[in-house]
């Protein structure tokens, strides 16, 4: 370690003594009229935002579709076309 030496005397070494290096001028990497300090948003994070709202709108309007739903179970309404159901199990792959 550059810079430590013991001290002592004929008794021995009675301590460790460091010595600091001179201090060095500090370089800045800013350049006059740079802001040092940013944040920024992403293109992904826009997109990320944009696809978290549409969720919470489709969230909203898939609640009403089953609050209708719903009430035409209890009020016997519901018909469901047969064909499209098939259709729609064959399409999904279910």
């Not at 370690?1 to 003594?17: D, N, Q």
């Not at 919470?56 to 898939?62: K, L, N, Q, S, Y």
């Amino acid at each position: 370690m550059a810079g430590v030496r013991k001290s002592g005397g004929i008794s021995g070494p009675r301590g460790v003594v460091y010595e600091f290096p001179a201090a060095r001028p500090r370089v800045s990497t800013v350049t006059p009229g740079e802001d040092r300090d940013s944040a920024g948003v992403t293109e992904g994070a826009r997109q990320l935002a944009h696809a978290d709202g549409l969720v919470r709108e489709a969230a909203e309007v898939r609640a009403e579709r089953v609050r209708a739903l719903k009430e035409q179970i209890a009020n016997s309404a519901y018909r469901p076309d047969p064909r499209e159901v098939a259709r729609e199990i064959l399409k999904r792959g279910l």
